[in-house]
């Protein structure tokens, strides 16, 4: 499996058009992606943007495709894996879900138990191709799957692999959820600079840029993140005083307890989701 497969996505959303946009950045040809997509202005819209083509046809969309993309909504993924079943058992391609919730054993049953399943859980950085995704494969999917799969999913930003199928609960509960903490987090900083009288334009300037600085501080630094902290904590200052506020207010187990509801909930709805 290699970067020059063809490859076939089915639902033209959101994630579709991040992943089609990395690929094609990345090197990909236009001519090699083909979108299913039921909506006709979305059709026209991706071909217009990419130059690949669309069909509203998911069966014909992977009959020639050597990756098949799944990018649908997890409530549809059933009827459409199960209706794409006889499709793909012609070429066997090799199929990606992102769907979130969806777990393997699932999907292969409604896909055919003969079909190369990667299971990937992106999140909505991928747009700006810097996303981060955990992805699964039991060992049955070859070394050549493993990577084909994570050549597209790197096309937007960062991947790494879980062992245990259950820890895609703990991925989707850091990372797929994850950019909504930030967001709460810089809305409730906005929210206090507009309280000490600043305009909200420089509020939301300093906010958004001061959580650009300190990400990139973070991923570029060989220091740990205890270490960066106490870099900009001098004693008796400051940052030290409203550090003490949040450790003293249980700021640790709060986001404990958050992301541990969050792993829980994705428990939950993979439940919800493959009832037969
Ligand atoms: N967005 C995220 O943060 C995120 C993160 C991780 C994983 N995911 C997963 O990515 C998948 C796609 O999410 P998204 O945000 O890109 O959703 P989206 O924008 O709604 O995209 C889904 C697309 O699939 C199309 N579609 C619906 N029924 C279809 C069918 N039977 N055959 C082919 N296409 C069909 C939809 O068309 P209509 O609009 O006309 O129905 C829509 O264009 C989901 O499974 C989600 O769990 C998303």
């Known amino acids: ?30 001519d090699r992606i083909t979108v299913a997509e039921p909506d006709t202005q979305r059709r026209e819209q991706l071909a217009a943007r990419f130059g690949i083509h669309t069909t509203e046809d998911n069966s014909s969309a992977v009959m020639s495709a050597g990756i098949v993309v799944l990018a649908v909504k997890p409530q549809v993924l ?23 919730g969806i777990r393997h054993a699932a999907l292969q049953r409604w896909l055919g138990e003969a079909i190369p399943l990667v299971r990937a859980m992106p999140n909505t950085p991928a747009m700006l191709q810097a996303g981060a995704t955990g992805l699964y494969a039991p060992e049955s999917v070859s070394e050549a799957h493993r990577n084909a799969a994570e050549h597209v999913l790197r096309s937007v930003g960062i991947v ?10 703990a991925v989707t509960a850091v990372s797929g959820s994850g950019p909504a903490y930030f967001f709460l987090f810089m809305e409730a900083m906005e929210q206090a600079a507009v309280d000490m009288g600043l305009p909200a334009e420089t509020a939301r300037l300093l906010v958004r840029q001061t959580a650009l600085g300190a990400t990139r501080m973070a991923l570029e630094s060989d220091l740990d993140l205890a270490t960066l902290r106490l870099g900009v904590t ?5 940052t030290e005083r409203a550090i003490r506020q949040f450790e003293e207010q249980g700021l640790r187990t709060l986001v404990n307890d958050a992301l541990k509801a969050a792993c829980e909930r994705s428990r939950e709805l993979s439940e919800e989701l493959e009832k037969e």
């Open 1 to 30: 499996m290699t970067t020059t497969a063809s490859l076939a996505f089915i639902g033209g959303g959101n994630m579709a058009g991040a992943l089609i946009n990395g690929l094609i950045e990345d090197g990909t040809v236009p």
């Open 160 to 169: 790494v692999w879980v062992e245990d199928e259950a820890l895609m609960d």
């Open 234 to 238: 001098s004693p008796g200052g400051t």
């Open 78 to 100: 059933k009827e459409v894996a199960r209706s794409l079943a006889p499709a793909l058992a012609q070429g066997r391609p090799l199929c990606i879900s992102i769907a979130a």
